[in-house]
């Protein structure tokens, strides 16, 4: 497993990437939590993402509490909405 990161600036989350065998799963780290996309998730799965984001629509007042929204700038300056999920439960103390 091989591991890269990106910084941003202060306020930005930390993109890292992992390699699992020919994968490579990007995370973002923010608020010492460890958060994936739907396309992250689809990508590990090896499935497409409108799979992830049918079964959360299926299962949000489930999955809402393991989810946040994050907003990044793209390249052209636009903001973007991203929906990310955490493992752990809102329940569970880190």
Same mark, same amino acid.
């Given at each position: 497993?091989?591991?890269?990161?990106?910084?941003?600036?202060?306020?930005?989350?930390?993109?890292?990437?992992?390699?699992?065998?020919?994968?490579? @799963?990007?995370? *973002?780290?923010?608020? =010492? +939590?460890?958060? &994936?996309?739907?396309?992250?998730?689809?990508?590990?799965?090896?499935?497409?993402?409108?799979? @992830?984001?049918? *079964?959360?629509?299926? =299962? +949000?007042?489930? &999955?809402?509490?393991?989810?946040?929204?994050?907003?990044?700038?793209?390249?052209?300056?636009?903001?973007?909405?991203?929906?990310?999920?955490? +493992?752990?439960?809102?329940?569970?103390?880190?």
């Amino acid at each position: 497993m091989t591991e890269s990161k990106t910084h941003g600036e202060q306020d930005h989350p930390l993109v890292f990437s992992k390699n699992f065998e020919d994968l490579s @799963i990007k995370f *973002i780290k923010r608020s =010492n +939590k460890v958060w &994936l996309t739907s396309s992250a998730i689809a990508n590990g799965l090896q499935i497409d993402r409108t799979n @992830i984001n049918q *079964i959360f629509h299926n =299962n +949000k007042q489930l &999955l809402e509490p393991y989810s946040a929204v994050m907003i990044f700038i793209t390249v052209d300056g636009k903001k973007r909405e991203v929906r990310v999920f955490d +493992k752990k439960s809102p329940l569970k103390k880190e």
